[in-house]
């Protein structure tokens, strides 16, 4: 049932408060992170050294998020890699390594063999996972569960966010098992995360204006996309969910890149969409996109800028302004990620095609 909505992805993507709430539940108990199955110790945790993330498609982009947050809080290093290329090569990977093996439907073939491969090599393995009782979590020494709840839709929406939130409550625990975050330090982080589903609730107000603008941009031949530090995997997402749905060329970049190539992609009236940093939280890094943003719309960039509410800095350089609620930096992505979802169904819907169920694509990619 689309629940009045003429397609089921914009029903998930207005059920991504609710994701949230029922993703971050009884995860924290008696001033504690806790996960769910925990097959490892408190000790296995503190003696982790590296962390690696794999996962395919969108579930990798939640785990380019979660790198920020997981080495700022806990001082490990973090490296983010696809499965179907993390199982090809020769990781070096023992058992003080943590593989955090992200899944919606926890039955990716490319995830199932990269942990089957982890496991060989005796590094830890921790899933998390949409999906109860699937191949990933069962093979896993740990699992965190989403709890986005079913997703019709092909393209991931609420499991999306639901994978972030997740993934952050795995840094947090790793942090408060080695003692880089304070008891104190790790319940605000947690609050900062229970205050999340009433600000993507907020940003779902922008549905009717970014959909506006999905129908304006419907001819479009190609978008491009823009971040830095959190808002670049934002800016893959955007463009994946782009490419997929309305199989319109996309391509995501770290602002930082454009000189050194894409700008020459800019020509009169290309859309580039710009995910702003918050001008409190990096302010060098809000200025340096302000200046990007200003170099492509000099070049007749058709600016769409997704930014802070009440950044005024950014207005001049903005053809279409999209505005997200103020949030800390490194939760930036759970509501900027909203208006990029609800602009590539959009789109796709105006092509006439059936953003629920897009050509080629399958929800479960069960052969490598
Ligand atoms: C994109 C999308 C895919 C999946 C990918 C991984 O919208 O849905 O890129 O994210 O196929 O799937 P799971 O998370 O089931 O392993």
Redo the contacts with the bound molecule.
């Keep these: 049932e689309k629940g009045g909505h003429e397609y089921f992805m914009l029903k998930e993507i207005e059920e991504q408060p609710e994701a949230l709430a029922n993703t971050l539940r009884g995860h924290f108990d008696n001033g504690r992170i806790v996960l769910d199955e925990q097959r490892l110790s408190d000790q296995d945790l503190r003696d982790v050294d590296k962390v690696f993330v794999i996962?395919?498609?969108?579930?990798y982009h939640s785990g380019l998020v979660a790198k920020y947050a997981i080495e700022h809080w806990t001082r490990l290093p973090v490296e983010v890699e696809l499965a179907s290329e993390f199982r090809y090569r020769d990781p070096v990977l023992d058992r003080d390594t943590l593989v955090v093996a992200?899944?919606?439907?926890?039955?990716?073939a490319d995830?199932l063999e990269a942990v089957r491969h982890a496991r060989e090599q005796k590094a830890r393995v921790l899933a998390v996972c949409n999906t109860n009782g699937a191949q990933i979590p069962r093979e896993s020494d740990a699992v965190l569960y989403t709890h986005a709840g079913p997703e019709i839709g092909?393209?991931?929406t609420k499991?999306?966010l639901a994978q972030i939130a997740a993934n952050y409550l795995v840094g947090l625990a790793l942090a408060q098992a080695r003692g880089t975050k304070y008891p104190d330090e790790v319940a605000r982080e947690f609050a900062e995360l229970e205050a999340m589903p009433a600000a993507v609730q907020k940003v779902l107000s922008t549905v009717d204006q970014v959909r506006a603008l999905g129908r304006d941009l419907a001819e479009s031949k190609a978008v491009l996309f823009l971040g830095r530090h959190v808002g670049f995997p934002v800016a893959l997402e955007g463009a994946?969910?782009l490419k997929?749905l309305a199989y319109m060329h996309a391509e995501g970049f770290a602002a930082g890149e454009l000189k050194h190539g894409p700008i020459a992609l800019i020509e009169d009236g290309l859309p580039v969409v710009v995910v702003m940093p918050s001008p409190k939280g990096r302010a060098v890094l809000h200025a340096k996109l302000v200046s990007n943003i200003s170099e492509i719309q000099a070049r007749g960039a058709r600016t769409i800028v997704i930014a802070e509410e009440g950044d005024e800095t950014v207005r001049p350089f903005a053809d279409e302004l999209v505005e997200i609620p103020a949030v800390p930096t490194l939760l930036q992505p759970l509501v900027s990620t909203v208006p990029l979802q609800v602009l590539a169904a959009e789109i796709a819907r105006s092509r006439g095609y059936d953003v629920d169920k897009p050509r080629n694509l399958a929800k479960?990619?069960t052969v490598e």
């Design positions: 996962a395919c498609g969108s579930a992200v899944s919606q439907s926890g039955e990716t995830t092909v393209a991931s499991a999306f994946l969910k997929e479960s990619v």
